[in-house]
């Protein structure tokens, strides 16, 4: 099992950038494919980016595509997700997750963190 946390949300107006953290716990973090979400109030959890095991793959929804980068530490057991352009549309408490095993796009992922709230100004 593994434990995810999430960091570096907050309040930035519309153009900014915000990079997030999510630290996984345990030893095999290079085992887990990783992803970010978003849930904005109202709206349904939407996928915002995905990465490979070691990284040489990526996905991105075509809401964040260009802005969006995710990247991932397996040394310390980190992924990423830098947010470049930001607009009020994307705020939204955003999730990292973890998947074992082999990956699909749309499969679910197994393991979910608490979120963290970014919050964009016009």
């Known amino acids: 099992q593994v434990q995810l946390v999430e960091s570096g949300g907050g309040l930035v107006q519309a153009g900014g950038s915000l990079r997030l953290s999510c630290v996984a716990s345990?030893?095999?973090?290079?085992?887990?494919?990783m992803g970010w979400f978003r849930q904005a109030p109202g709206k349904e959890r939407e996928f915002a980016a995905h990465?490979?095991?070691?990284?040489?793959?990526?996905y991105y929804g075509d809401s964040v595509k260009g802005r969006f980068t995710i990247s991932r530490d397996n040394a310390k057991n980190t992924v990423y997700l830098l947010m470049n352009s930001l607009k009020p549309e994307d705020t939204a408490v955003y999730y990292c997750?973890?998947?074992?095993?082999?990956?699909?796009?749309?499969?679910?992922?197994?393991?979910w963190g608490q979120g963290t709230q970014v919050t964009v100004s016009s």
């Open positions: 990465i490979s095991l070691n990284g040489g793959v990526t």
């Open positions: 997750a973890a998947k074992a095993g082999v990956f699909r796009l749309g499969m679910p992922y197994d393991y």
């Open positions: 345990g030893r095999t973090f290079s085992t887990y494919h």
